[in-house]
C-alpha cells in the first residue's frame, strides 16, 4: 500500500497536483540544460583536438622528421611560409631530441625569423611547441627584380606567397634603397609610413563598415610618387588606384587636409564609403560611371558609421 502512495514523476496513471506538475516540470528542464552543456563540452573539446592535429599536419613535411607545430598560426599563413618556417628552426642539427636544449637551439634559429616576433619555444612529450606573434604584410613593394612586404610596422618582410586575397602595391616611394639586408628592418621613410597610415586606416573602416565586402579588396595600388607635393602641388599627393585602373584621389597624407584647402579626412572617407555603398563598386572604370573619383573637394557628408575618430 505504500508503495501505491510513493509519489512518481512519470507515472501517467495519476492525476498530478500543482506541486507535482511543477517539480516535474523543473526536472525536465533541468535535464535538458544538462544534455546541452554536455553537447557543447563534447564540441569544444572535439573542435580542440581537429585544430591540434590540422597544425601538426601541416607541418610534416617531405622526409622531415622534427615533430613540430606551431601553435594558433594565422589563417594566411602558406604551405610555403609553413616550410620556411620549419627549415629554419631546423638549421644547425643533425639530430634533434626532445628536450632543453633543442628547444633554445630552435628558439635561436627562430630569433632573427623576420616573420615571427616573441617567440617561444617549448618541448612536449612529443613536439616542439612555438608560439609566436606573426608579422602580417600589409603592402607589396617591388624593387628591381625582387619583391618585398611591409607590416603595419613598416618591417620589411621577404616575399613568400601568403593565403591573403588583399594586399595593396605602394608604388612611387624609394624601393631601389631595398636589399635582401633590409629583411627584418623597419624602412625609415616618410612616405612609406604615410602610406601605412592610410592602408590601416581603410582596414579599420572595412571592419567597421562592410565587413562583408572590404573596398579595400578592390584596390591595385597606392601612389606616393607626388607625395608632399614633391611633383607638383597642384596635383593630389596620394592616389588609389582600383583593380579596374579607376584613379581615387585622395590628396594630402592623413592630418594635412588643410594644407591645400582639401576636404577632411572624415569626408574623404563619407565620400568614398558613400560611393562605394551606392554604387556596389570603386571600380567605376569598368562600370562605365566614370574614370575618376576626386576625394579633395570639401562636401558636406555624414559617415557611414560614427565610430571614425581622426
Known sequence: ????????????????????????????????????????????????????????????????QLPFKLLNPPSWISPELQQIILQTAAKGGVKFNLDENTARQVGENLKTFAWLYDTQVTVSED??????????????????????YIDSQSIVLDYVPVNKPTIIEITGVPAHKLTVSSIGTKWQSDDVAAAVELLELLAKMDSQVTPSKPLLAELKSLDMSNFNGRRSDAQPHIVFYAKDDTEIKWGAKKGDWNRNLEAKDEEKLAILYNTFSELGTIQIRAAQKGSFIDLTKPQTLSLPIDKYKQ
Open 127 to 148: 613536439s616542439i611547441l612555438v608560439k609566436a606573434g606573426y608579422r602580417e604584410p600589409l603592402a607589396l613593394i617591388k624593387a628591381n627584380d625582387r619583391q618585398f
Open 1 to 64: 500500500m505504500a508503495e501505491k502512495n510513493k509519489k512518481s514523476w512519470f507515472s501517467f496513471n495519476k492525476k498530478l497536483t500543482k506541486t507535482e506538475k511543477k517539480e516535474r516540470s523543473k526536472a525536465v528542464r533541468n535535464t535538458f540544460v544538462i544534455f546541452v552543456l554536455i553537447i557543447v563540452a563534447v564540441a569544444l573539446v572535439t573542435g580542440f583536438i581537429y585544430s591540434e592535429s590540422f597544425v601538426k599536419k601541416l607541418l610534416n613535411f617531405g622526409n622531415e
